[in-house]
């Protein structure tokens, strides 16, 4: 099997650029419901408002750190684009399928050695 690389590159690089903005977006609405946390004279607002806004930053956060982990694993896939390792399984070297990487191009190994990484 023969990966196109040119085509895995240029969807790698649409979902990274989607991943960006998502981050941006998740970043504007936090920097947004920090400003709204105090009521227009200054005082916080009422208790159950102020719970509801925590909770509202923390699965906002959570979205930044899992949108931040996916950048990085498409950027590690664009750099084994560049090596000429990319489509090749990081545990026995044996090609990924393409429906697994048409489906998770940043996969780095193939379906049968990530089901024995998940069996544990």
Same mark, same amino acid.
């Given at each position: *099997?023969?990966?196109?690389?040119?085509?895995?590159?240029?969807?790698?690089?649409?979902?990274?650029?989607?991943?960006?903005?998502? *981050?941006?977006?998740?970043?504007?609405?936090?920097?947004?419901? &920090?400003?709204? %946390?105090?009521?227009?004279?200054?005082?916080?607002?009422?208790?159950?408002?102020?719970?509801?806004?925590? %909770?509202?930053? @923390?699965? @906002?956060?959570?979205?930044?750190?899992?949108?931040?982990?996916?950048?990085?694993? &498409?950027?590690?896939? %664009?750099?084994?684009?560049?090596?000429?390792?990319?489509?090749?399984? @990081?545990?026995?070297?044996?090609? &990924?399928?393409?429906?697994?990487?048409?489906?998770?191009?940043?996969?780095?190994?193939?379906?049968?050695?990530?089901?024995?990484?998940?069996?544990?």
């Amino acid at each position: *099997m023969s990966v196109d690389t040119n085509a895995a590159r240029e969807r790698l690089q649409a979902e990274r650029a989607r991943v960006v903005a998502e *981050m941006q977006s998740l970043r504007d609405d936090l920097s947004h419901s &920090i400003e709204d %946390l105090a009521d227009e004279d200054g005082n916080d607002s009422h208790l159950a408002d102020s719970a509801t806004e925590t %909770l509202d930053r @923390e699965i @906002e956060q959570s979205l930044e750190d899992n949108a931040e982990h996916l950048l990085g694993r &498409i950027d590690a896939a %664009l750099g084994r684009i560049d090596e000429g390792t990319y489509g090749r399984c @990081e545990r026995c070297g044996e090609a &990924i399928g393409e429906e697994r990487l048409e489906a998770l191009p940043y996969a780095t190994r193939c379906i049968e050695c990530k089901r024995l990484e998940e069996r544990g």
